[in-house]
């Protein structure tokens, strides 16, 4: 059946290329991608928790998408004038979706959510279903923990509308009444602290047995009026304002880039608004009134039927103790080609590894790390930053490791997006302790993965080293599905010790033997490689093309993609996200099929596999097919030459994903998305519960 959770239309399809491709467009793409997440929270075969916390996920990456995408289409609306692929048109239609999905999120949160949790005595109880024993307890809750921390702002000349934080709750107050100096101005604003938790939870005493909650703003929304002693409160409303929220640094003309960032983080709460939510109550005069002070459109005001943060209500999942309404956790197996307290190093030197996250553990990274630092005759470790989190045990074994006197060198991307904070104080720790710390090109992030080890054999100095198509997390490798590379190749390693010298010193980059490093050759080895594969098509040879993604929206690359189609060539793209090349389109995209994999784990593996008769290659990358990773990033893809690593990987990433059919929806030549079978089939394939049933750990071997 065609999907009715689907955004792209005929509207959303852009103008044709000058190859006449009627490419999709990729900011309703990237709704699209949040329409299947969503259905993930519409699933009753999902636990509820789980349930409510893809409906949180969705309102987290609508946070980020307004955040990131938004503001050219609005500065389009706000100057009248298009500028490329924005423009009044492209608000309008890109407003339209949006509204249309934030509607059935909140639509699913009260007619199907909220329903079922009550039946399984879960609640959030709002100030007209209080008993009065309630009321007592959140008047009492209210004035220890809550009114000392607020101020009202009354909005006169001498205190104009105050600053209000991306994403903060405030609430907006229309008064009647004079105040205390006999004015009478109406408006007042309520700016509510991010150190008060969104759900309090009822103590026991008033809950009748229940699992009782109160949200924070309707906590505050019962004492409105002892905030405004002699003044009447008549209209009312929550609101919540997302700005843009990209940093833009003007690197040539940067002295200190880390300085420079750490400056723009101060002003990143404060940038262009460019969405506003407000209760559904909200009267047409507070609403207009808060359009004008943030300079926005109608389009974009978003009236929502609940919290106007649902992102904070994922906290509900961790304030109960409810194991049967959560996913029965995983416990990855320790990874299969490494043993146990054997040497990680002396096992590389017999074959290379390959590690499947989360399904094998992400522990054996740190374990090959961690005897790197306790290693003596390790000398040196470089690694690339780019996101591990402010809590990770990484970062602290690179710390050990200059401790322990090792050449420690970490090129740190201080512009990883959302984590630049984090990035900036990891490198300042590091350069304190004494560890050689670079950021990378000019102008360039650097998005590889890999951690190179050079240790002393004997009179040889031997290279070690893990590749990703991750990230350094420890967190989002229990979470994202990524493929960890452990080799001691002698080719490879030496292009890394290039890629690492070339970040540092910016010397001239030396021909590579087995890398393909954007932004330099990663692009052009690609479109080289799908041309090969175009004219053995053309010439009668069988050609096959599968590439694991999560975006592709990169102009030349989706042109050659559609040239290698339309002379034969068999494609297969699996791709989580956005996506702007349409597939089986009549005599233009025949031949290309592609599938988006949304489970239980967020898809994140980058797989490229090429076959030309009998001549297969197969490479791991970091790298997204989108513009800015080939063009304008430091990326890495590499080859896996071992025939059995390589079947393993076509195995389990490719052909598994080819096949499922409980998580696959499969992109039409109309830009909709069709979901392949139904999700709450449980006899149809999965490939991630495929996986996350071979790689369970035996009970009693638990990794980490």
């Given at each position: 059946m065609k999907s009715t959770y689907t955004l792209i239309s005929a509207a959303a399809v852009s103008a044709p290329s000058s190859q006449g491709i009627p490419f999709l467009d990729r900011d309703h793409s990237i709704l699209a991608f949040n329409e299947r997440v969503l259905d993930w929270a519409h699933r009753a075969d999902v636990p509820l928790l789980e349930r409510l916390r893809y409906l949180c996920i969705v309102s987290s990456n609508l946070d980020e998408f307004f955040e990131v995408r938004a503001a050219p289409h609005l500065t389009?609306?706000?100057?009248g004038q298009a500028k490329g692929e924005y423009s009044v048109q492209s608000f309008v239609s890109l407003s339209r979706a949006a509204h249309l999905l934030v509607d059935k999120q909140y639509s699913l949160y009260n007619d199907e959510l909220m329903p079922a949790f009550a039946k399984k005595g879960i609640e959030i109880v709002s100030s007209g279903e209080r008993t009065a024993a309630q009321r007592a307890w959140v008047a009492s809750y209210f004035e220890s923990d809550v009114r000392p921390l607020l101020i009202p702002v009354g909005l006169d000349p001498a205190h104009p509308f105050p600053q209000v934080a991306n994403k903060s709750l405030?609430?907006?107050?229309?008064?009647?009444?004079?105040?205390?100096?006999?004015?009478?101005?109406?408006i007042a604003i309520v700016k509510v602290p991010r150190v008060l938790p969104r759900l309090i939870r009822m103590p026991s005493r008033v809950s009748r047995g229940k699992s009782l909650f109160v949200s924070l703003s309707s906590v505050i929304r019962a004492h409105l009026d002892s905030l405004f002693a002699g003044r009447q409160v008549g209209e009312f409303s929550q609101f919540r304002v997302t700005r843009h929220s990209d940093l833009a640094v003007d690197e040539d003309d940067v002295k200190d880039l880390r300085t420079a960032l750490r400056l723009g983080l101060q002003h990143r709460h404060y940038g262009q608004a460019v969405r506003l939510e407000v209760s559904s109550g909200c009267s047409e005069y507070l609403s207009a009134f808060l359009l004008r002070e943030f300079e926005l459109p109608p389009g974009a005001l978003y009236r929502v039927h609940g919290p106007v943060n649902l992102v904070r209500f994922a906290q509900l999942i961790d304030l109960l103790d409810e194991p049967k309404l959560l996913f029965a956790p995983h416990t990855p197996t320790y990874p299969v080609q490494l043993v146990p307290g054997q040497s990680i190093f002396e096992q590389l030197r017999k074959r290379d590894v390959l590690i499947h996250q989360p399904f094998?553990?992400?522990?054996g990274v740190l374990a090959f790390l961690r005897e790197a630092v306790h290693d003596p005759k390790v000398l040196a470790i470089k690694q690339t930053i780019y996101r591990t989190g402010a809590d990770s045990e990484l970062m602290d074994l690179l710390q050990e490791a200059v401790r322990r006197g090792k050449e420690v060198t970490a090129v740190v991307e201080l512009k990883a997006r959302f984590d630049e904070e984090a990035n900036i104080n990891w490198a300042e720790s590091l350069e304190a302790i004494g560890a050689q710390v670079v950021y990378g090109v000019i102008g360039l992030k650097t998005h590889a993965k890999m951690l190179l080890i050079t240790r002393r054999e004997g009179r040889q100095l031997v290279r070690y080293a893990h590749l990703s198509t991750g990230n350094y997390n420890s967190r989002t490798a229990r979470l994202y599905t990524d493929l960890s590379y452990l080799t001691a190749n002698v080719a490879l390693t030496s292009d890394l010790e290039a890629v690492f010298v070339h970040l540092a010193s910016h010397s001239r980059l030396p021909r590579l033997a087995q890398v393909w490093l954007a932004p330099f050759h990663l692009h052009r080895k690609l479109l080289d490689r799908i041309e090969a594969l175009t004219e053995g098509a053309a010439q009668?040879?069988?050609a096959r093309i599968v590439i694991k993604m999560n975006a592709l929206t990169d102009l030349p690359l989706m042109q050659a993609l559609v040239r290698a189609g339309q002379a034969g060539v068999s494609i297969d793209l699996i791709v989580r996200g956005a996506c702007m090349l349409p597939a089986r389109l009549p005599g233009v995209t025949d031949n290309i099929r592609v599938r988006s994999i949304i489970g239980r784990f967020l898809e994140h593996s980058r797989v490229i596999y090429f076959r030309l008769d009998d001549d297969e290659q197969l490479y791991l990358s970091s790298a997204d097919w989108m513009n800015r990773n080939m063009?304008?990033?430091?990326?890495?893809?590499?080859?896996?030459?071992?025939p059995v690593?390589?079947?393993?990987?076509?195995?389990?990433?490719l052909v598994a994903y080819l096949h499922d059919e409980r998580d696959a929806w499969d992109l039409m030549a109309d830009g909709h998305y069709k979901r392949v079978k139904r999700a709450s089939d449980a006899r149809a394939p999965s490939a991630q519960a495929a996986l996350a049933a071979r790689y369970v750990a035996p009970k009693g071997q638990e990794a980490g």
């Open positions: 389009a609306v706000q100057t405030n609430f907006i107050v229309r008064l009647s009444g004079k105040d205390a100096f006999g004015r009478e101005n109406e094998e553990s992400y522990d009668g040879k069988k063009l304008r990033r430091v990326e890495l893809a590499w080859p896996v030459n071992d690593l390589r079947q393993r990987i076509v195995d389990e990433c």
